[in-house]
């Protein structure tokens, strides 16, 4: 239909030219020509067609239209608003019947153009002043008793005043002077960004709503609070800061054309005029409000427990890895079974290792350097025995040194610094606030950060999370600004003694302020500006420097390393070699008890074979 329509003007246009039919009078219009081209110029900059609505068709009227129809370079529809067509041009008598006009159009984009042009004088009283008709969009008034223009800043009450020149006509670019009218702002308390508190019953536009006081030092602190004062100053506007209404802070999707709750609504309800309380740049919000730039990237951290200290059983087998003590034993095998062979080729070699328990218990005993039994020292073996005591040598020092070294310093767990770790230490999570979106908080690039949805914990009470954080396997969620970690929930300072950072970062997000569109373009410069200049830095380090408590500081800093100072032995690390010792004396006296039990069903008592073999002690001694 619309299209239709288009089609069927456009040709009327083009025929109008050639044939002289309806539309062209015989007057002569009231502007010049070139003041015409001026004011179309200055009046539709970035608009690229035009409704155009006549309210009479008296001789003047059809004059000016002339003039438009050769002046205006692009296409233009009579009498049929397209919303494609930003620009709007109402020509008429009188001006209650061109206000009348306007009513019927809804006027709602920020980018629309109007030009006005009234074949008569106005009265300054004129309904045509009237604000409330043309929403947000950009006016300009032509008529015989003057031009006027209608102030770009968008807020109520907006006025006209009056231009003496066709110049004065041009939109600006960007207005960068709010002339101290009040903007309706809204934000949260949310540290460090702000620290608003206490608010008062208010009456705005007709409507209760939460002002905050702002009459506490510390309501005027925070990283978004500092930067809006600075927007306040340069942009020139004076505000009022309330709470978002019902019970949410930002509000939820509900689906591709309804949010609910929260201070988006309230952007959309145009109650405010602007948000900020740490605004995530997200598509889901993008879609409902005008964000601006982004003044900051946050990565998303967890705080994870600390590693504890260990001592195991197996320390003693600390100082050599696995390969050493495989190769140590198959040395000890092979120079053994070499031992037998020889000593049953060779008929000068000690006959005593043609038993192969005896080659490796001997061979043993010169590892450890035990003395040397007088029997083998006969030439043949003496320097292969030389050779395996020098080894046995090195490798004892070397176990020596590494064992004292290891022993006094203290063990610690592993780390847990990635999200794979994370998942293995099986920790919980959790937050104040409902399940958050996943895809927003965490990198769905990472598979374990799916695993993390069926570990979150919704935290009702304070007295329950200090009790999962007593239990030793929860994760505190939070931020990292300027290297600095802020939880994203309230953690007391004792709390998170027994916590470090963890490396990997789960996620990371821009923050910006939610505006409305006609701010959008201001409050990015001053954002853009802010950001080049290093002052948003400066306050975030700023502020964070003040606020932090010190155990916030301290979860960057590792705990876990040998510190200098010299441990007691316990049993623990020495637990494998008092287990070694009780084995070896078990299996001692089992063979005691098995040889004195063979001998004994040979003798007469266990007291006859006692005193036997203390007798051929004496003997032997004598
Ligand atoms: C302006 O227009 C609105 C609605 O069109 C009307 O309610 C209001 O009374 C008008 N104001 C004046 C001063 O005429
Ligand atoms: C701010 O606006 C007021 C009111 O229009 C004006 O008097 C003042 O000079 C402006 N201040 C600046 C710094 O532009
Ligand atoms: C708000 O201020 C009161 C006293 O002025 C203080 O007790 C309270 O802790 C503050 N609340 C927050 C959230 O800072
Ligand atoms: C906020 O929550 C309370 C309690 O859950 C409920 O009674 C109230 O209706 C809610 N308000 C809004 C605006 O949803
Ligand atoms: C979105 O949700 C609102 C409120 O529940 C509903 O009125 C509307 O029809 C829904 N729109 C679509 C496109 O589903
Ligand atoms: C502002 O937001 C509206 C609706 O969310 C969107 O259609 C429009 O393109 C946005 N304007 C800018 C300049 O991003």
Redesign the pocket.
């Known amino acids: 239909m619309e299209m239709s329509i288009f089609v069927f003007v456009t040709f009327v246009s083009l025929t109008a030219a050639d044939k002289n039919d309806i539309f062209v009078s015989e007057g002569k219009s009231w502007i010049a020509d070139e003041s015409f081209t001026e004011i179309i110029k200055s009046s539709f900059a970035s608009s690229r067609c035009c409704n155009v609505f006549l309210t009479d068709w008296t001789e003047g009227s059809s004059a000016v239209f002339d003039q438009f129809k050769n002046v205006y370079p692009y296409d233009y529809l009579l009498d049929a608003s397209v919303h494609k067509c930003q620009g709007f041009f109402f020509l008429g008598s009188s001006d209650d019947d061109v206000v009348e006009s306007i009513?019927k159009v809804p006027l709602l984009q920020p980018n629309m153009e109007i030009l006005i042009v009234v074949n008569n004088d106005i009265s300054s009283d004129s309904?045509l002043f009237?604000d409330?008709?043309y929403g947000i969009a950009n006016v300009n008034i032509v008529s015989m008793s003057g031009m006027w223009k209608l102030s770009e800043n968008y807020l109520r009450p907006r006025v006209f005043t009056k231009i003496d020149s066709y110049e004065g006509m041009q939109i600006k670019d960007v207005t960068m002077n709010f002339q101290n009218k009040e903007l309706q702002v809204c934000s949260i308390f949310s540290p460090p960004m702000t620290y608003l508190n206490r608010t008062i019953q208010k009456t705005i536009n007709g409507v209760e709503a939460d002002v905050y006081t702002m009459d506490n030092e510390l309501d005027w602190d925070g990283v978004e609070m500092k930067l809006f004062l600075i927007m306040a100053e340069k942009l020139n506007f004076t505000w009022t800061i309330r709470k978002p209404e019902g019970n949410y802070t930002y509000g939820q999707r509900i689906n591709d054309t309804y949010w609910m709750g929260g201070l988006i609504q309230m952007m959309r309800e145009q109650k405010i005029d602007m948000a900020f309380a740490s605004i995530w740049l997200t598509s889901d919000q993008y879609r409902f409000v005008n964000l601006s730039e982004s003044w900051y990237q946050i990565f998303i951290h967890f705080l994870v427990p600390r590693p504890h200290r260990t001592t195991s059983f197996w320390a003693l087998t600390k100082p050599f890895s696995e390969e050493i003590w495989y190769l140590l034993l198959s040395a000890l095998l092979l120079h053994s079974l070499y031992t037998y062979i020889r000593a049953w080729i060779d008929s000068k070699f000690p006959r005593q290792y043609r038993n192969f328990l005896i080659a490796l218990t001997d061979l043993i005993g010169y590892l450890l350097s035990s003395s040397v039994p007088k029997s083998t020292r006969k030439k043949t073996n003496k320097l292969q025995i030389l050779l395996w005591q020098t080894a046995g040598w090195l490798i004892i020092t070397a176990y020596s040194s590494s064992l004292a070294a290891r022993l006094a310093s203290s063990e610690y767990e592993n780390r847990i610094d990635t999200l794979e770790q994370f998942s293995e230490a099986n920790l919980q999570w959790g937050l104040t606030k409902e399940l958050p979106p996943f895809d927003d908080y965490f990198d769905m690039t990472n598979p374990y950060s799916m695993k993390l949805r069926s570990r979150f914990n919704h935290i009702k009470k304070y007295a329950q999370l200090k009790r999962l954080i007593e239990q030793g396997n929860y994760a505190i969620l939070g931020k990292v600004m300027d290297d600095s970690f802020v939880p994203m929930d309230y953690i007391s300072n004792e709390d998170l003694k027994n916590y470090r950072l963890m490396r990997q970062p789960v996620g990371q997000f821009y923050t910006a302020f939610a505006v409305q569109p006609w701010l959008l373009k201001p409050i990015n410069k001053i954002i853009l500006r802010l950001r080049e200049t290093g002052i948003i830095s400066r306050h975030l380090r700023d502020v964070i420097r003040r606020r932090d408590s010190y155990n916030l500081r301290e979860v960057t800093v590792e705990h876990d390393r040998y510190d200098g100072s010299i441990q007691v032995l316990r049993l623990m690390p020495l637990g494998a070699g008092f287990f070694l010792l009780f084995i070896g004396s078990l299996i001692a006296s089992l063979t005691l008890f098995f040889e004195l039990r063979r001998a004994a069903s040979r003798a007469t008592s266990i007291h006859d074979l006692l005193r036997d073999i203390s007798k051929e002690r004496d003997f032997s001694h004598s």
């Open positions: 009513k309904c009237n409330s008709a």
